[in-house]
């Protein structure tokens, strides 16, 4: 289900940065040819734990992402709130691929208690099933809500939830957010929702 | 008659001593969204957010622009804050494109982006006067924000949607004798906002209003993902500024400004902070940027990246810390973009503020929360 | 060729407007002046200069205009002057009036801005005016489950309920409405109206924000009458009299202020918030329940309710300055009146005058007019002010302060005022 290009260290672009002033949590310049050691070790940690269940998207500077299948998320997400130390989610991004009939869901998980993860971003990606049809909340389109273990995906799986219809099961408040309550249309940011006119 | 209401019609029972009060859209207290607020008597009991009265499909007309061509749609969420609402995405563009930036150029993005915050915070702060009723707070904000759009307008030639951020630097080089303006400027600027503590933060009504209204403790803030103003007045020291240091931040010395109250007092003062520490920030990029150079990459129309890709970049806005998702797949058009917007992220803290406060502190609690309404919306 | 009027013709609009003069004229000729004649020669005509007013004589004011002014005179005795013109309504209205553009003009100037600029040829003068126009030219919208006849009545109601305040205001020796023995009573009377027109307002709009807003403003003039109504109460006891008019004359020599600061002060903060003037603007607040108690009023019905709120604020600022800054009571600054005005100017061989009638107010009337509006004015400012100082209060706050602080602070006045009496300081054999 891998569609990112595990091909880090050719997309690294070398950072020019002076020392900075500050005691940002800064690891050691690492050379371009090989992967960055302080995400190398969060994502191994990943691998370490749940094996071939997880498969790492890419390791860059400040960003790793991991792969997870729908049947495993919550796990990955409750051991990397729990261990990893990672305490909210940034963003949570729907991202369509008909290619594949799959709808990605991303989470931006970033950490404000650990000071050695203020730089880092975890990408934790995961794919729900995509229907031709889609009846919003009734139709396979679904993946497990994280909520109960990140409570600030609240707002962002509804907004999920009603541009791409993946229906988040156990989410508490699975309404309409930002679209008018008589939306009758497909999820508008699907691709098979097209722009008049474009 | 019997029939299913969608998901978003649920309608709920409630108790008959409870009331429901629609506040907004159109409510001179709510802006572009609607609270809608259950109260018995003065309190409130609950409290839905329903924003999206302002939805323009950004993330959606992006999919079918070019890089380029995203720039002056994107920064409409927030013209107030227009450098910095285009900044993750040109900023991610520029790694998905591989463009390195010019030294001067970052400095005068910076240079800009300060100014940005500044004249966001202030119309921030104006809209925060009026919803106390105090009007004066609103009338000298506003006025002295001017200053600031003449500075940018000098800049960039527009006075708040300035589109000046492209990938590969910034659409224009600085006007002539720009320095020392900017400096007088922004030293005028801020012996100005020294004077709003004596109207407004010193005011004893204001702190008796916003003092131990709306807390929010450092572990809620913190799991429901508040960003910006909001997590700092709750003693959260995160500012990417410093965290994530981007373009030459690195190079300048930026203090960030933490309180430990996370009360609405604490929430209206802490932007207040960080305007005079952008005033020391642009003095010190002033000083430190190179006195000529180019400020921009020139780019082939229609440039395309690599192949299927993707980008998280994010700077610290007026409001917070706001995140850029590009998508790519070799093509002139980005394949998704997604914008992680603060007034979004720190939303999520509202029906939790207000459940079990007084209908009077609404605004002020719901306005400290830095939040704008058609940057939620998109 | 103006789009507007397309046919449009100079000469035939010249035509018009003779047309319009001729058939003015001529109805005016055949019917107007003999109604005019036939009414005056049924009504009773009032006696003046021991000559009785016929309608042959009232003609003749067109010939000599100041045959007029004994007959101004006499209207001014009578008390349809007072309640319509001088002490009443229009005096007040008028001060009201200027007010509001003060208001604006200050509020703006505090703000680093300009208000009201270009409405008339001088500093927006005529805003006003065209403010009035325009709420009087928009349309008047009901709510559909509106109780109407209750929806309707309370503007006019509040207006009328303002006018009656008025009406006990004494402005100069003699020149006041209703000069009752109990007028401090009788004030609060009629400042016990004001919520119960409020909330018959609000509650008759049957909508959210104006309910609460009224049930805001019930508990805030409520709660704030009483320490109104105590903090005058030390006045009372040194002057011995609810008379407004005594109580302004007894303070020939020194206003009570000096005396009661304490009471003044409460009677002030009371004041701001009986007149939801902000801080205490609650039930206005319009952050959070839109206009209050105002949101569902359209058109004149909100310009009337202004009006009153305005005719209000004038009301009590007199009311402070009658009880505590000591009324007309004043140095004399009016220059006498010039000798010839009283028995005729010289122009030569030709003697004008005396003109019966005049002056028409006496010296000391016009000194205590001045002193009384000079300091409403003052007063009315320190009403103002607060506006550009302070934001909203809270409404619990309010009713914090309300019955605890300010109704100490009264306690404490009339203790100031008791011991005053009984140190023989004030009262008999006093200093007064």
Redesign the interface.
């Known amino acids: 289900m891998s569609t990112e290009t595990e091909n880090p260290p050719a997309d690294a672009k070398p950072e020019v940065k002076s020392p900075p002033p500050k005691p940002a949590p800064k690891k050691p310049e690492a050379p371009p040819v090989e992967l960055p050691a302080f995400e190398k070790g969060i994502s191994d940690k990943l691998v370490e734990k749940f094996g071939d269940k997880v498969e790492v998207g890419f390791v860059k500077e400040d960003r790793v992402r991991i792969n997870v299948g729908r049947e495993d998320v919550h796990d990955v997400a409750e051991f990397i709130r729990d261990e990893l130390n990672y305490d909210h989610v940034e963003s949570v991004s729907g991202v369509d691929y008909p290619q594949d009939n799959e709808i990605e869901v991303v989470y931006h998980i970033g950490s404000y208690t650990e000071s050695s993860l203020a730089r880092q971003i975890l990408v934790l990606a995961t794919r729900a099933q995509r229907e031709t049809n889609p009846i919003p909340g009734n139709d396979a389109t679904k993946l497990p809500t994280l909520r109960d273990v990140f409570y600030s995906v609240e707002f962002h799986e509804r907004e999920v939830f009603e541009m791409f219809g993946v229906f988040f099961d156990g989410h508490p408040d699975n309404r309409r957010l930002l679209l008018p309550e008589d939306w009758a249309d497909l999820p508008p940011l699907r691709k098979d929702f097209a722009i008049k006119g474009r | 008659m019997t029939f299913t209401l969608p998901p978003g019609l649920a309608l709920k029972k409630v108790d008959e001593r409870i009331?429901t009060?629609n506040v907004g859209p159109q409510?001179?207290?709510s802006g572009h969204m609607r609270i809608i607020v259950q109260i018995d008597g003065?309190y409130i009991v609950a409290c839905d957010p329903d924003p999206g009265y302002v939805h323009r499909g950004e993330e959606k007309m992006a999919e079918y622009r070019n890089y380029i061509t995203n720039i002056p749609h994107l920064e409409r969420p927030v013209i107030h804050d227009s450098c910095n609402v285009l900044y993750p995405y040109v900023l991610g563009a520029e790694e998905l494109l591989g463009i390195e930036v010019p030294e001067r150029a970052k400095y005068v993005r910076v240079i800009a982006s300060e100014l940005n915050r500044c004249i966001y915070i202030m119309y921030w702060l104006a809209i925060y006067?009026?919803?106390?009723?105090?009007?004066?707070?609103?009338?000298?904000p506003a006025?002295d924000r001017e200053l600031l759009i003449d500075l940018m307008e000098k800049m960039t030639g527009a006075r708040v949607t300035h589109a000046h951020f492209v990938p590969g630097g910034v659409r224009n080089d600085l006007p002539p004798n720009f320095e020392d303006v900017c400096l007088r400027q922004v030293n005028y600027f801020e012996k100005r906002i020294k004077e709003y503590a004596a109207?407004?933060y010193d005011?004893p009504?204001?702190i008796?209003?916003t003092k131990d209204t709306g807390i929010l403790s450092r572990q809620d803030a913190i799991r429901y993902g508040t960003t910006g103003s909001v997590l700092r007045a709750s003693g959260v020291d995160y500012d990417l500024r410093v965290k994530e240091p981007y373009d030459v931040y690195d190079e300048l010395d930026v203090h960030t400004n933490v309180m430990k109250e996370g009360d609405s007092y604490a929430r209206s003062r802490v932007p207040w902070l960080d305007m005079m520490e952008s005033c020391n920030i642009i003095r010190q990029a002033l000083q430190k940027m190179p006195k000529s150079g180019s400020v921009r990459v020139k780019l082939k129309p229609n440039p395309k990246t690599k192949g299927l890709e993707s980008v998280y970049k994010r700077v610290e806005s007026g409001r917070g810390s706001l995140g850029c998702y590009i998508v790519s797949d070799a093509k002139p058009e980005p394949y998704r973009v997604k914008m992680s917007v603060p007034s979004f992220r720190n939303l999520i803290a509202l029906p939790n503020l207000l459940r079990g406060e007084?209908?009077?502190?609404?605004?002020s609690v719901y306005w400290s929360l830095n939040y704008w309404p058609v940057e939620a919306d998109r | 060729m103006s789009v507007i009027a397309p046919n449009f013709k100079l000469s035939e609009f010249i035509k018009s407007l003779l047309d319009n003069i001729f058939w003015i004229i001529l109805l005016l000729v055949l019917i107007g002046i003999p109604a005019v004649m036939m009414v005056l020669f049924f009504i009773e005509m009032p006696v003046i200069d021991g000559e009785l007013l016929t309608p042959f004589l009232a003609l003749t004011w067109l010939a000599d205009p100041s045959r007029i002014l004994p007959v101004i005179k006499a209207f001014m005795a009578t008390d349809i002057f007072r309640v319509m013109a001088f002490p009443g309504f229009g005096f007040a209205a008028l001060l009201a009036a200027g007010t509001i553009f003060v208001e604006r003009k200050m509020?703006a100037k505090?703000?680093?801005?300009v208000g009201p600029f270009y409405c008339g040829k001088f500093e927006g003068i005529l805003q006003l005016m065209g403010d009035g126009l325009k709420l009087i030219s928009k349309e008047i919208i009901i709510p559909a489950k509106a109780d109407k006849p209750i929806f309707w009545a309370a503007p006019v109601l509040f207006v009328a309920a303002a006018a009656a305040f008025v009406a006990f205001i004494p402005v100069a020796p003699g020149w006041v409405v209703a000069d009752v023995e109990m007028g401090l009573l009788g004030v609060f009377a009629v400042i016990g109206f004001f919520p119960i027109i409020t909330i018959l307002s609000a509650w008759s709009a049957n909508s959210?924000?104006p309910f609460?807003g009224g049930i805001r403003a019930l508990f805030q003039m409520v709660s704030f009458e009483i320490p109104l109504i105590l903090s005058l109460l030390g006045v009372v006891m040194l002057t011995g009299s609810l008379n407004l008019s005594q109580i302004a004359a007894s303070q020939s020599s020194f206003p009570w202020i000096v005396f009661l600061p304490v009471g003044a002060i409460v009677f002030f903060i009371t004041m701001l918030a009986e007149l939801e003037r902000?801080?205490f603007?609650?039930p206005e607040?319009?952050?959070?329940?839109?206009a209050g108690w105002l949101t569902e009023l359209s058109g004149m019905m909100y310009g009337l309710v202004q009006l009153g709120t305005y005719l209000k604020l004038y009301a009590f600022a007199a009311l402070f300055v009658v009880i505590f800054l000591g009324g007309w009571n004043g140095p004399m600054v009016v220059p006498p009146f010039p000798p010839e005005l009283l028995e005729g100017i010289e122009l030569g061989p030709v003697v004008a005058g005396p003109f019966p009638g005049l002056p028409l107010f006496d010296q000391a009337m016009l000194n205590g007019t001045l002193w009384f509006v000079l300091k409403t004015v003052a007063v009315i400012f320190f009403i103002l002010l607060p506006?550009?100082?302070?934001?909203?209060?809270?409404?619990?706050?309010l009713l914090n302060l309300g019955w605890t602080k300010l109704i100490g602070l009264a306690f404490v006045n009339i203790f100031i005022a008791l011991g005053l009496l009984y140190a023989g300081v004030l009262g008999p054999g006093g200093l007064q």
Not at chain 2, 129 to 140: P, Q, R, Y
Not at chain 3, 285 to 290: D, N
Not at chain 3, 387 to 397: A, H, T
Request: charged share 20%.
């Open positions: 009331m009060l409510h001179p207290g003065d006067g009026i919803f106390l009723g105090h009007s004066t707070m609103f009338m000298w006025g109207v407004f005011n009504i204001l008796s209003r007084k209908l009077g502190n609404m605004p | 509020l505090l703000q680093l801005r959210k924000f609460i902000i801080p603007d609650l607040a319009e952050s959070e329940i839109v506006r550009g100082v302070f934001p909203r209060i809270r409404v619990d706050m």
